[in-house]
């Protein structure tokens, strides 16, 4: 049986994995660098000769592929009370896999749609009201987008009692009705979104992001990247029919601009004597901080962690911590030299990356007197019964301290109140992979669960208490 | 004929929970539709769920005396988010030691409650209240 061919589309690289899936075997991973602008296939052919220089030249059966280029799957969000149906929505996208660039809650005003205009987004998801509910917002804010003009299509996934309403009066456009992202109030209906997101994205986002091309060569499912890794990491904490998966899992990829968090947990309470407050959180959550990255974002990582905690874990003089953030900041491709200031730096700045990124995906617990006692109160997700880390992204690969740096993912007495894992394996995607067995998995689950749990394991584990 | 849709749940840093489901059952089987916040439940809370499901009256509970602090400046915030004219009803022990409800009712009608119920009410008696402010009378 011949070879199966995954190809990542990225911003920057053409990334591209065979897998001889009757052995089971990975055969070769190979990258190169590429620019939508240039040509999209010059970059695959490329990253294939290269991967056939390693491997000999290979014939495959059957080409996936999944995209991140062009600035992925821009979204924008519109929903009603910001906790409620409007996080809803913001969920639902991330979970997709798309950039949300804006997620607007009641009203749409009139310097919304021009943001709107300006970001012009690939999907605009449209919600508000639980079904049976509020109809106002979701009916004024498509009267508003009615009148502006866009060429993007619209899903609305909002009270049902006004669903074709919202459609009529976006008459003309590109409408998607779907179920509600929350039909009952607290509870959480995302997946019939998410769904249509990813058909949207196929459809007509490969096309509009020159991609059509390489559409061609390849065989199918195309998604955006997050959703695959998405994908990859669901399987590989819950398993599959004649595979095991390695159970609850908490997944971190730190890049130049922006740094993902996934988590497969289902984190509600523990015990009784908690009370959880907010929105129940998705079983698969999948947050991006936009701020928090090595090269692009490295303001914002000192923004969170501040300089002497970047200096003292560097061991550099704040002074030199500056110097390097500004080079960094304006060379963005810069790699570190091993031994050298820079990779000191690297190594506090990726460590504080995962902290941040981490804390804010992880819930909180509050301790509250009450007349009965100590009362707990949760938002958001408990993740310290978490076991398994999984860390990628450049900066974790190329260094050998990947487990210290992935240590700070864990729970820390300087922050009590958050609820991140309490001890857990760290395992390192040091080929880049999670991406490739998320579109495997589409094909051969068995397969992709093998390998990730082979390549996973394979460099650096270890268990971690960072107390 | 659409439901109408009741908000409860207890106020403020009260877990006292079984009256609360029992009020749940009681609304649901006299035909609302209810949402239940459960406990510890703040005034935002509620607001924020009456907004998005359009809800036809908040109903507070408190069970632990001090209700009349939980329960100030509601009417205020429901007017700022746009529930203009929302029934609020308010019940439990809603406030400590032997005073006369009808001092204390007057100071929660006074704080913008459209009711308030003394401690030992039956939910017959606040269903029927519900029922005469929402102008559902004639179905009853």
Not at chain 1, 40 to 48: K, V, Y
Not at chain 1, 61 to 89: D, F, H, N, W
Not at chain 1, 96 to 119: C, H, M, N, P, Y
Not at chain 1, 333 to 359: H, N, Q, R
């Amino acid at each position: 049986m011949k070879p199966v061919l995954l190809i990542d589309f990225g911003s920057t690289y053409t990334k591209v994995t065979a897998v001889d899936v009757e052995q089971g075997v990975l055969l070769g991973t190979a990258d190169s660098y590429t620019t939508v602008e240039s040509d999209i296939g010059e970059g695959l052919n490329n990253a294939l000769a290269k991967l056939h220089s390693k491997t000999g030249e290979l014939e495959y059966q059957a080409r996936y592929a999944c995209s991140s280029a062009a600035g992925g799957l821009k979204m924008i969000t519109s929903g009603l009370v910001p906790e409620l149906t409007a996080e809803a929505a913001r969920q639902a996208s991330l979970g997709a896999g798309a950039k949300v660039l804006k997620v607007f809650s009641f009203q749409l005003t009139e310097d919304d749609l021009e943001e709107i205009r300006a970001i012009r987004p690939d999907i605009f998801l449209l919600v508000g009201g639980t079904d049976g509910g509020n109809t106002e917002c979701i009916l004024h804010n498509a009267r508003m987008l009615a009148s502006i003009d866009f060429d993007f299509p619209v899903i609305i996934a909002g009270n049902r009692t006004a669903a074709r309403e919202c459609e009529r009066i976006l008459a003309g456009h590109e409408v998607h009705v779907t179920e509600n992202v929350m039909p009952k109030f607290g509870v959480l209906n995302i997946e019939p979104a998410r769904k249509k997101i990813r058909e949207i994205f196929l459809g007509r986002i490969i096309r509009a992001k020159g991609l059509s091309k390489a559409a061609e060569v390849i065989s199918g499912i195309l998604m955006p990247t997050p959703s695959a890794v998405m994908k990859a990491m669901r399987l590989l904490a819950e398993g599959c029919e004649g595979e095991e998966g390695i159970g609850d899992l908490i997944a971190v990829d730190v890049g130049g601009a922006t740094t993902d968090i996934y988590s497969m947990a289902d984190g509600m309470p523990q015990d009784a004597s908690t009370v959880y407050k907010g929105l129940p959180e998705p079983y698969d959550k999948r947050t991006v901080e936009g701020d928090i990255g090595m090269r692009y974002s490295v303001r914002g990582i000192v923004d969170a962690a501040g300089i002497t905690r970047i200096s003292r874990l560097s061991g550099l003089k704040p002074a030199r911590c500056e110097e390097l953030i500004g080079l960094i900041s304006s060379s963005t491709d810069m790699i570190p030299e091993p031994g050298s200031d820079l990779e000191k730096l690297d190594f506090a700045l990726a460590s504080m990356a995962i902290e941040t990124a981490v804390a804010r995906h992880a819930g909180t617990m509050e301790e509250t007197y009450t007349l009965m006692g100590l009362t707990y109160v949760q938002s958001g997700k408990d993740l310290r019964q978490v076991r398994q880390v999984i860390v990628t992204g450049g900066s974790l690969i190329r260094t050998s301290r990947t487990g210290e740096i992935a240590a700070h993912a864990l729970a820390s007495a300087a922050n009590p109140m958050s609820l991140r894992p309490l001890k857990a394996d760290i395992r390192v995607d040091r080929k880049y992979i999670l991406a490739a067995m998320g579109l495997l998995s589409e094909y051969y689950p068995v397969t992709a669960l093998r390998l990730m749990k082979k390549e996973l394991e394979y460099d650096g584990y270890s268990e971690q208490t960072n107390s | 004929m659409k439901k109408k849709v009741l908000v409860i749940g207890v106020i403020g840093a009260d877990v006292h929970a079984v009256g609360n489901r029992i009020l749940y059952h009681a609304f649901t089987e006299a035909g609302f539709e209810v949402i239940n916040l459960g406990v510890m439940v703040s005034q935002e809370e509620y607001i924020a769920a009456a907004i998005e499901s359009a809800a036809d009256a908040i109903v507070v509970s408190s069970l632990y005396g001090q209700g009349e602090l939980d329960c100030r400046g509601m009417r205020e915030k429901c007017d700022e988010a746009g529930l203009k004219g929302i029934p609020l009803v308010v019940g439990g022990n809603i406030v400590i030691g032997k005073q006369k409800f009808e001092d204390v009712e007057k100071r929660f009608k006074a704080m913008g409650f459209d009711r308030a119920f003394p401690p030992g009410t039956t939910p017959e008696t606040t269903i029927e209240a519900l029922r005469e402010l929402l102008g559902m009378e004639e179905e009853a």
